[in-house]
């Protein structure tokens, strides 16, 4: 189990890479953030952070606009 935006998934199975679970997720990874238990991963770090039970991610999209 981890929480993805304040929603429990048991879906997803642990331990798993930031780039796996953006890619399971279908999100494109230009446009988004990922902090893991409230520390931001740097986007080159991705693939080396592992994602395990009981994990907090909060994924946030970047909107443009003025």
Do not use: C, F, Y
């Amino acid at each position: 189990m981890i929480l993805i935006n304040d929603e429990i998934n048991t879906k997803i199975k642990t331990p798993i890479s930031i780039t796996d679970l953006v890619n399971i997720l279908g999100l494109q990874s230009k446009t988004i953030a990922v902090a893991v238990n409230e520390k931001v991963i740097q986007k080159s770090d991705w693939h080396k952070n592992k994602i395990i039970s009981n994990d907090k991610v909060d994924i946030v999209r970047a909107v443009g606009g003025g």
